[in-house]
């Protein structure tokens, strides 16, 4: 079941592109992530709200509360520059350079999580970081 969001993520992400790359036209990049972050804040905790989830915010260790703020920090500055990005380059060159994100999570999950690392996954990722370098260049 994990491949099927996983693919919904990637169909959402590139709508996201293609949305925001029309949306930052005629707004400062800044203000354009504060609306969307306001409207994903509403989304999302209406959904957990919907959901019962937030029953159990209390429950949440301190150790899990920190990485859940560091990751909220991470998303906000790869929102920032991302939509940066967008308002003054090409849809078509950004993204390709944004998934970049991919092949360095794979190293980092090596690295850090100890996380296996077969043949498939290594030429993934560098045919991911090749792709990007060949838009960027």
């Not at 970049?100 to 100890?114: C, D, E, R």
Request: positive net charge; proline residues 2%.
């Amino acid at each position: 079941m994990w491949k099927v969001y996983a693919l919904l993520s990637a169909v959402f992400a590139a709508l996201t592109a293609i949305f925001s790359k029309i949306g930052v036209k005629d707004v400062d990049s800044n203000l354009a992530t504060a609306i969307r972050v306001s409207c994903i804040l509403v989304l999302t905790w209406g959904i957990a709200l919907a959901g019962g989830s937030v029953k159990g915010i209390k429950t949440i260790p301190g150790h899990t509360m920190v990485f859940l703020v560091l990751s909220a920090l991470a998303t906000g500055l790869s929102w920032l520059f991302y939509l940066k990005a967008l308002q003054i380059g090409e849809v078509s060159k950004v993204q390709p350079i944004d998934k970049l994100s991919v092949a360095i999570t794979i190293v980092l999950a090596i690295v850090f999580l100890h996380e296996p690392a077969d043949m498939r996954t290594i030429a993934g990722g560098l045919l991911i970081t090749a792709g990007s370098l060949v838009l960027l260049l």
